[in-house]
């Protein structure tokens, strides 16, 4: 039988047209009329003033953070539960990372927990909306304006999220995302950066371009990174904007089908739970063992292998990270992050398909 992989990207629109349109114009780099279309596509989606591209997600979310002048000594408070580059790009501007519990089930920032890191160096928050569950917002942001902090939404696994009805890239002072190849959106590489705010847009796009003023070319007053998304990049970005409600759909349904041939086995696994304020995009479709099989967690995604299904595990918490080490106890990431399982999410997939994953994952669960 066929190997079913864990994430595919969906390119069935006009992806090859336009890149084909970039190659022959010979406008490949990062200059082009793709550049614009792509940013302003993807900033009216979200509901922003601004959307500045970058050339990854991960280069996005340091370009913002340059950008918010975040400064060495600084801190930043995070979940400890997400993906590296979260805590990486604040030590990239020699600031910390200080690491804060998270919720089950979402495994999202736990909005009470973050006060009780908020020191007289923390500068923001970086709420990250895990697996396309939305960070609760409202919350969040209560707690920022109460200690004059800034938000930051790490919204690279999110794209179409919302809170409230209101899309992430639009819930914060700026947001990130990422376009790698297993995203919602692909660009195969890249990443934007969202805002309202008119002087933090001009400031990204200053870093993001080596720092040169955009009225005097080859003046650089700043020092600056090369952060600049290609044409070809944003050529592929704007056919997936095209088709981004259609993808969102088939998620849903993917959902849907994951629903009903996992509710068998309710026992011994939780199947994913939406917050009734969120509406989650299902980046992945995450489960959770329960406590008698959580201990079995990568015997089962070793079975699934051997069945030629792909998963992966959860994040692991920052915390137990040789990197960000230390010996604080983080009771809901340390239970939660032990027993999650991603199962394959993509658009390519069937509802035979999703049978034969629960087929096997029952299987495994019984072995």
């Known amino acids: 039988m066929k190997r079913i992989s864990v994430a595919q990207p969906c390119l069935a629109g006009n992806e090859r ?4 349109d970039c190659i022959d114009s010979s406008w ?14 993807f900033a009216q989606y979200c509901g922003t003033k601004h959307a ?13 953070l340059v950008a918010l002048d975040l400064q060495p000594g600084d801190e930043v408070i995070i979940p400890t539960v997400t993906y590296i580059a979260t805590a990486n790009a604040v030590r990239y501007c020699g600031a910390t990372p200080v690491l804060a519990d998270v919720l089950p089930y979402t495994m999202n920032l736990d909005p009470a927990d973050i006060e009780h890191r908020i020191t007289p160096r923390t500068r923001g928050i970086i709420a990250v909306h895990l697996y396309g569950h939305p960070a609760d917002m409202d919350a969040i942001n209560a707690v920022a304006e ?21 899309k992430v890239g639009a819930l914060g002072r700026c947001a990130t995302f990422s376009f790698f190849g297993n995203k919602i959106v692909t660009t195969g590489e890249g990443g934007m950066i ?37 044409n070809i990049q ?19 349904r993917l959902a849907r089908w994951y629903d009903e041939a996992l509710a068998p086995f309710d026992t011994q696994i939780v199947r994913p739970q939406s917050e009734p304020w969120a509406r989650q ?8 063992l329960r406590a008698g099989n959580a201990v079995r967690r990568d015997a089962i995604i070793s079975l699934l292998d051997a069945a030629g299904i792909e998963t992966r595990p959860v994040f692991y918490p920052m ?9 604080a106890v983080f009771p809901v990431a340390d239970l939660w992050a032990q027993r999650g399982i991603n199962l394959p999410t993509h658009q390519a997939l069937t509802q035979a398909d999703v049978q034969r994953i629960a087929d096997a994952l029952g299987q495994a669960l019984a072995a």
């Open 194 to 230: 969202t805002t309202d705010d008119d002087t933090l847009a001009a400031r990204l796009r200053l870093f993001r371009g080596q720092g040169m003023d955009p009225v005097r070319r080859y003046w650089f007053p700043v020092i600056g990174y090369n952060y600049r998304m290609t």
């Open 28 to 41: 490949i780099s990062s200059a082009g009329k793709y550049i614009g279309a792509f940013e302003e596509a």
């Open 281 to 288: 995009v299902f980046w992945m479709y995450n489960i959770f």
């Open 17 to 20: 047209k336009y890149v084909l």
């Open 234 to 252: 944003a050529a592929i970005g704007l056919a997936q904007m095209e088709t981004i409600d259609q993808a969102l759909s088939e998620r849903d």
């Open 319 to 327: 915390h137990i990270l040789p990197p960000y080490a230390q010996p």
């Open 52 to 64: 500045v591209s970058a050339n990854n997600g991960t280069t996005a979310l340091h370009l913002a």
């Open 146 to 166: 109460r200690h004059g902090l800034w938000v930051l939404e790490d919204a690279a696994e999110a794209h179409g999220a919302e809170v409230n009805g209101k």
